[in-house]
């Protein structure tokens, strides 16, 4: 099977994903076919975001940089959320993906290092690997528990999530039993949807293609803001 799609390729999709999700929850009224389908053309958008926050976790420049744009993002985008969807400018109830993205990428990154401290000071394989994994399972569980008390998107879910895609990068099938998984966290059956995100992620190529990372991180608050602006119309 030829892999067609590139890291820009990736994001182009989930982001037309998730403006087409964003779409329906402004526009349409939940008992609509318009919204049932366009929410099922959402699902697919989480589970990319999810993967690419894992490629680029292995493949950015600095990652405290990569942090730091992402938490950025979050707070930046907060209010425009709060008022897209819940007419508000301070809701704490709800927050938008950005900090569950920003936690999955600080999960991991802990995870790495955690797994490089413990290779160093505990040499015995059987040893390392029954610690690594007791504390592996340890931090998914508190950073997960966190991403769901604040209220962020997709909450424990979204950090065992981006984890397990980290943990299994190499493997498809264990990454596809880690997104069915996850769906156990869920009460919607629309997010059974989110299984075919599978197919846009095996036919990756590991390829940057274009690089366009300030239309992708300003896309996500100016589609919102363009959203509401357009439902006054």
Known sequence: MKKIFTNYTLKLIAT??????????????????????????????FPIYAFLIVEGFFHTKSLSKYLSRLILLAFISEPIYDYAFYNSYFDLTHQNIFFTLTLGLLTITIIDKSKSLLSKKIPTKSDNFIISSFFIILTIIIL?????FLGNSYGFRGIFLISSIYLFRHNIYLIALSLIISLIFTNSPLELA??????????YNGNLGKSKKSFFYSIYPLHLIVLKLLSFL
């Open 194 to 203: 989110s299984i075919i995100s599978l197919i846009f992620i095996i036919l």
């Open 144 to 148: 997960g528990l966190t991403n769901e």
């Open 16 to 45: 037309i994903a998730m403006i087409l999700d964003h779409l329906a929850i402004i526009f349409f009224p939940s008992t609509s076919f318009i919204y049932f389908i366009l929410r099922i053309i959402g699902r697919i958008s």
